[in-house]
């Protein structure tokens, strides 16, 4: 077990998580169409790492691309990370995200086949416990989604069920993420939105910079401690350590796992903002406005599942995961 292809490899969870595997001492393949991420990030996986990796600037969905890459290389297991994220522009395109998340999915798993790769991570996200569920969120619940983005997990982890029990060799590994922040360490890594970010760190963030106003709180009468939104903050470095857990669990186990990565706890929308408040040594201003429609009150980890069978659990507090945050923008003001 040695090289590993990274699909979405230089995204924000990608390009940590390549750190964590060559650290691991994984040989590391890349790649991404980079139409949310910049190839810059590769140099700063090897400025950290001081290893070479090999990257292909090549779509998921282009089958030939895909093949080229398992012929260059004898692949051994595949993280599967590339899809399109974003909830709102899911609602409004929903057949660019079906067929790019899926589509593209589906590519990945041909190719696989073909080649005789049965190993496989993917990034499946909390997003699957719909509204419909109670905390702290348990794997085996029943899975739902609010919109396209939503569904193209809940239907990809279906596929990646359907394909373990007809592959009996095939081991597909998702893990369910809560809400990924912080940046590696150096400041070199981090998270890197185009425009105007739609998540509460990265918008914190440019508060602090000064490139935003205040932060737009949305809803303090939510039946939370403080009222306002509960969510499972964990960094992105202890996020990218559990695929390598993963990934040594999935060797050994042939068969489909859904598997929580979060920390179990719940921090609220004014925790976080007084947590960056310190890292930044700065006041941030709030203003308080509507609910944002679609979001629900309190989403936390039941972690157990992870630390039996992964034997992972997280290390790092808010307090480091907005320090990292603020020390990756202020090194990288533009982004990478
Ligand atoms: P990201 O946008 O930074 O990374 C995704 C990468 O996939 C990007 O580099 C993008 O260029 C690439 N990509 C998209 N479509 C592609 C295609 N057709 N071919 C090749 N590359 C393609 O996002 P991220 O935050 O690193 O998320 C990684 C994965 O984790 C995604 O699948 C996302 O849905 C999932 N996830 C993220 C979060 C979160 O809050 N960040 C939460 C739960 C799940
Ligand atoms: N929030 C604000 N102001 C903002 C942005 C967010 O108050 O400007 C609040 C939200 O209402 C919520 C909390 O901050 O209470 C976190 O919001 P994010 O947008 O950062 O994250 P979400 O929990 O809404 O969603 C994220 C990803 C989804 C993923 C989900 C679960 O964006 O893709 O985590 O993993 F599905």
Known sequence: MGKILVTGGTGFIGSHTCVALINAGYQ???????????VEAIARIEMITGKHLRFYRTDMR??????????????????????????????????????????????????MREFQCSILIF??????????NVVPYQEDMSTSATNPYGYTKVMIEQILRDVCLAQPKCSAVALRYFNPIG???????????????????PYVAQVAMGKLDCVRVFGNDYGTPDGTGVRDYIHVMDLAVGHVAALAYAVNHPGFEAINLGTGKGSSVLDVVHAYE???????????????????????ADVTKAKELLGWETVYDLEKMCADSWKFTLQNPNGL
């Open 123 to 132: 990034s499946s996200s909390a997003t699957v416990y719909g509204s419909h």
């Open 62 to 111: 282009d089958k030939n691309g895909i093949r080229q890459i398992f012929e260059d290389n004898k692949i051994d297991a595949v993280i599967h990370f590339a899809g399109l994220k974003a909830v709102g522009e899911s609602v409004e395109k929903p057949l660019e995200y079906y067929e790019n998340n899926i589509s593209g999915t589906l590519t990945v798993l041909e190719v």
């Open 183 to 201: 940046a590696h360490e150096s400041g070199l890594l981090g998270e890197n939105p185009n425009g105007i970010p739609n998540n509460l760190v």
């Open 278 to 300: 310190k890292a930044c040594g700065k006041k941030i201003p709030v203003k308080f406005v509507d609910r944002r429609a679609g979001d629900i009150a309190t989403s936390y």
């Open 28 to 38: 590391v393949v890349v790649m991404d169409n980079l139409c949310n991420s910049k």
